[in-house]
Every structure is written in structure tokens, then in C-alpha cells.
Nanobody, 127 residues
């Protein structure tokens, strides 16, 4: 059984930073492409960032480029999301997701592409 558990969320002032972590267990971590999504109150879940199995390829929502950085540590079975210059509109529940794939260089921006999801971690940015 595959499990994903996010951590690192919390309350931060605008302009601050947070680093989210997501530990994936249950199967070989290196076989997964990974993604981060978020859902704000009253809004649909939206894509934040994705990373390929190899970690060589990454993708970001256009509005987040330059502020957020995704990375992975295959030795620790963990994917990270570094978030800088946070804004109140970044307030949301952040979810990590995993998809098993044979393609080492592919990443996926659509939530329907993912097979496994974590329960989410709350990020609140105060103004």
C-alpha cells in the first residue's frame, strides 16, 4: 500500500518562506513522478509543481515560477516544495501526489494523472 504524508505547513507572514516535505512509502520511490497541488477555500484544486522520476525535469504553474522550487531526494523517499516570498493568496491546503511511471523524464501537471495522494498540509499566509 502506497502512503504519502505531507509536513511543513503552518502559519507564516507575507514575504516569508516554508518548506513542505512529503514522504512516500510502500513502493520504490524512484519509480514515481511526483507533484504538488493546492486547494484554497471555495476553490478547485490547482496544479503547483511537478518533478520527473529522475528529478531532472520540473514544471511549475506560471504564476508560481521564481518563487517555488520542487526537488526530490530518492535516498529519503521525499519530495520537497520550497516556497519563498509567500503571499496571502498562497493560503491553501497543499497536497503531494505520486504516479508510477516507466518514463524517467516525464512530469505531469494534471491531477487526474496521479494515482496516490497525501492528506494535505495547511499553509496560511497572513498579511
Amino acid at each position: 500500500q502506497v502512503q504519502l504524508v505531507e509536513s511543513g505547513g503552518g502559519l507564516v507572514q507575507a514575504g516569508g518562506s516554508l518548506r513542505l516535505s512529503c514522504v512516500v512509502s510502500g513502493r520504490t520511490f524512484s519509480t514515481y513522478a511526483l507533484g504538488w497541488f493546492r486547494q484554497a477555500p471555495g476553490k478547485e484544486r490547482e496544479f503547483v509543481s511537478a518533478i520527473s522520476r529522475s528529478g531532472a525535469n520540473t514544471n511549475y504553474a506560471d504564476s508560481l515560477k521564481g518563487r517555488f522550487t520542487i526537488s526530490r531526494d530518492n535516498a529519503k523517499n521525499t519530495v520537497y516544495l520550497e516556497m519563498n516570498s509567500l503571499k496571502p493568496e498562497d493560503t491553501a491546503v497543499y497536497f503531494c501526489a505520486a504516479r508510477s511511471t516507466v518514463f524517467t523524464g516525464d512530469f505531469y501537471a494534471g491531477d487526474i494523472s496521479y494515482d496516490y495522494w497525501g492528506p494535505g498540509t495547511q499553509v496560511t499566509v497572513s498579511s
